[in-house]
């Protein structure tokens, strides 16, 4: 094979894409008349949706429609208490939002812990969602603060806006409850409390770049070392991210140091690892375990 100046054999021949029509609408009804179709292809940041295209996983529709155009879109605002993150809100611009970082901690957290700035900058909430991955980072922390998925679309030619709970969007990897015709403009999150706090930890083979082998989201309030209002997500140890309601029920309203030994108890049988690439079933219930009891030993000292 010849070689590049620079040494590298040049990449073979890509399979040629048939993509017959490239759109890019500028308001929320023209992109949504234009899934009516069925047959489109969502483009938001594309750092899931080109890797996969180019790795066969993922064949593209004869229309592509990037929606980066739509201002419906894009933003992040506060009204009657619960936040609006637009679907094309980048994990930079949550990064950079000091609202978030003081009342969503685990969501900054997440940012704070995903790929590099320049993934950051153009990989989307709205993507992440959408793209279904046991791991995805930021679906984690958003189940813990009850987060809505708001989707539209336009059955018989009228704008419709539906909002279902995130943690039902999920089907399994890579698929949700979205139809081919509908789009996620937006998720909602009420307001928590001030006094819930929250927090993540993810857990990858090297420190940078890496997706995540488990991930743990926590959520409480805390007072006189007991939690109320728990909520405890885990990803990479089931076929999607998952809320785990026996143990927040192991957690609420007991008295921490107490109740850690039943949380990890409760954890270990709500979670079903597989072994692939990133770690073996037995490391991730390793990983959930001592990183979990770390989380609850470091908030009982809070
Ligand atoms: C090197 C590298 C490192 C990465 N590191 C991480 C990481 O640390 N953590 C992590 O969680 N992920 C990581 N990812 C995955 C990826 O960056 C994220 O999942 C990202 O948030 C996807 O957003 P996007 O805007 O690029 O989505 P896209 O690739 O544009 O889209 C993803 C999927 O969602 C659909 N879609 C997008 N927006 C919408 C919408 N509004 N409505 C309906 N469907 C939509 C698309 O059709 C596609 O199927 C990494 C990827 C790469 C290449």
């Known amino acids: 094979?010849?070689?590049?100046?620079?040494?590298?054999?040049?990449?073979?021949?890509?399979?040629?894409?048939?993509?017959?029509?490239?759109?890019a609408p500028r308001s929320l009804d023209e992109a949504t008349e234009a899934l009516r179709s069925g047959a489109v292809t969502i483009l938001a940041g594309g750092t899931d949706l080109m890797p996969q295209s180019k790795g066969g996983r993922v064949r593209y529709h004869p229309t592509l429609m990037n929606i980066r155009r739509i201002p419906d879109l894009q933003g992040i605002s506060e009204a009657s208490g619960a936040v609006r993150f637009g679907a094309l809100t980048t994990v930079t611009e949550l990064l950079e939002n000091a609202f978030v970082r003081s009342r969503f901690k685990a969501l900054w957290q997440a940012c704070d812990?995903?790929?590099?700035?320049?993934?950051?900058?153009i990989a989307t909430i709205g993507g992440n969602i959408c793209n279904a991955s046991p791991a995805g980072d930021l679906i984690v922390p958003l189940l813990i603060f009850d987060a809505q998925v708001e989707i539209a679309?336009?059955?018989?030619?009228?704008?419709?806006?539906?909002?279902?709970?995130?943690?039902?969007?999920?089907?399994?990897p890579g698929r949700t409850r979205r139809a081919p015709d509908e789009l996620v403009t937006a998720i909602e999150v009420p307001l928590p409390d001030e006094r819930f706090i929250s927090a993540f930890f993810?857990?990858?083979?090297?420190?940078?770049?890496d997706i995540s082998a488990i991930s743990i989201g926590l959520g409480a309030a805390l007072s006189d070392g007991m939690l109320d209002n728990v909520r405890v997500a885990f990803g990479a140890v089931a076929p999607t991210p998952i809320r785990a309601p026996q143990t927040e029920a192991a957690l609420e309203g007991r008295p921490l140091a107490a109740a850690i030994d039943a949380a990890l108890a409760a954890a270990d049988a709500e979670i079903r690892p597989i072994s692939d690439v990133r770690a073996s079933a037995w490391y991730r219930r390793e990983l959930i375990r001592n990183i979990l009891r770390e989380m609850l030993d470091h908030v009982s000292q809070c």
Do not use: C
């Open 1 to 23: 094979m010849p070689r590049s100046p620079l040494g590298a054999a040049p990449h073979p021949a890509a399979e040629p894409i048939d993509i017959r029509t490239y759109l």
């Open 113 to 121: 812990h995903f790929a590099s700035d320049q993934l950051r900058n």
């Open 153 to 172: 679309s336009r059955p018989n030619g009228v704008l419709t806006k539906r909002t279902t709970p995130l943690r039902d969007f999920f089907v399994g």
């Open 202 to 209: 993810k857990f990858g083979t090297r420190p940078a770049l």
